[in-house]
């Protein structure tokens, strides 16, 4: 369990955002922790992934602050919060998949020799972040749309992790995978834990958030309607949360 005595490594205070006459959120606040798993649920529309754009410099807040090891922060793009330590990875992988692995692990910032890619670096490095996230993909010469949809989420994490982020945030990353690759993906998780990488999951399966999360936070039409310790509720009571939307202090 991450102390969670210590200062936090991002903090969202008071956090509303409007498109429109839609309220998506009103007055969130959000705390996580070094080396933190926590799951973000919610229904259909109840502002979690409008959190996390928010978060990534994707939306722009209409009030609130963002602090990031305690200094405010305004990320006009995903661009700036990647700089700050911050990775987002979405269902889409935005991968490329006519390229090999090591090419879309460094894609868009191939590392050069004089005027040419560096392909024996690029290639060294790309499988030794796998080989630290002991990621199960063959070859790092391998061509992406070959590979099965977990092994190229795996990818993905790699490339987010080559960035060497303190913060990733998964969008329902086991939505469309097998059993088998989810618990590869949870394996890989737990791995980044061990980093003392924060990790915030996005979810509707709250028994993937049980398998790994420390701490879970629920959204109701854009209110954070309650906060639990993993090891001090229940999934039942997770959903309860998420049905009734009824407001209730987070658990010691």
């Given at each position: 369990?991450?102390?969670?005595?210590?200062?936090?490594?991002?903090?969202?205070?008071?956090?509303s955002?409007?498109?429109?006459?839609?309220?998506?959120?009103?007055?969130?606040?959000?705390?996580l922790?070094?080396?933190?798993i926590?799951?973000?649920?919610?229904?259909?529309?109840?502002?979690?992934?409008?959190l996390?754009?928010?978060?990534?410099?994707?939306?722009?807040?209409?009030s609130?602050?963002?602090?990031v090891n305690g200094?405010?922060?305004?990320?006009k793009s995903?661009h700036?919060?990647r700089?700050?330590?911050?990775?987002?990875?979405?269902?889409?992988?935005?991968?490329?998949g006519?390229?090999?692995?090591?090419?879309n692990?460094?894609?868009?910032?191939?590392?050069?020799?004089?005027?040419?890619?560096?392909?024996?670096?690029m290639?060294?490095?790309a499988?030794?972040?796998?080989k630290?996230?002991?990621?199960?993909?063959?070859?790092?010469?391998?061509?992406v749309?070959?590979?099965?949809g977990?092994?190229?989420?795996?990818?993905?994490?790699?490339?987010?992790?080559?960035?060497d982020?303190?913060?990733?945030?998964?969008?329902?990353?086991?939505?469309?995978l097998?059993?088998?690759?989810?618990?590869?993906?949870?394996?890989?998780?737990?791995?980044?834990?061990?980093?003392?990488?924060?990790?915030?999951?996005?979810?509707?399966?709250?028994?993937?958030?049980?398998?790994?999360?420390?701490?879970?936070?629920?959204?109701?039409?854009?209110?954070?309607?309650?906060?639990?310790?993993i090891?001090?509720?229940?999934?039942?009571e997770?959903?309860?949360l998420?049905?009734?939307?009824?407001?209730?202090?987070?658990?010691?």
């Amino acid at each position: 369990m991450p102390d969670t005595a210590a200062a936090p490594i991002i903090e969202m205070r008071h956090i509303s955002k409007a498109f429109g006459a839609v309220r998506a959120l009103s007055d969130v606040d959000l705390r996580l922790y070094p080396g933190e798993i926590m799951g973000l649920v919610g229904d259909n529309s109840a502002g979690k992934s409008t959190l996390m754009k928010i978060l990534t410099g994707a939306y722009h807040r209409d009030s609130g602050d963002v602090l990031v090891n305690g200094a405010a922060t305004n990320f006009k793009s995903p661009h700036e919060s990647r700089g700050a330590g911050i990775e987002m990875i979405y269902q889409d992988f935005a991968l490329c998949g006519n390229m090999d692995v090591g090419q879309n692990i460094f894609l868009g910032r191939w590392p050069r020799k004089g005027m040419f890619v560096d392909r024996g670096r690029m290639y060294s490095e790309a499988d030794a972040v796998l080989k630290r996230l002991k990621v199960d993909v063959n070859s790092v010469y391998q061509r992406v749309e070959s590979l099965s949809g977990g092994r190229q989420q795996s990818v993905a994490i790699a490339r987010a992790i080559s960035f060497d982020p303190r913060v990733v945030i998964l969008d329902e990353p086991t939505a469309n995978l097998s059993v088998m690759a989810t618990e590869r993906l949870l394996e890989t998780m737990l791995e980044l834990k061990k980093h003392n990488v924060a990790q915030i999951i996005i979810s509707h399966r709250l028994q993937d958030i049980f398998a790994v999360g420390d701490r879970v936070m629920v959204l109701k039409r854009g209110e954070n309607v309650g906060e639990r310790h993993i090891k001090a509720t229940t999934e039942h009571e997770v959903l309860e949360l998420i049905v009734s939307g009824k407001r209730e202090k987070a658990s010691a």
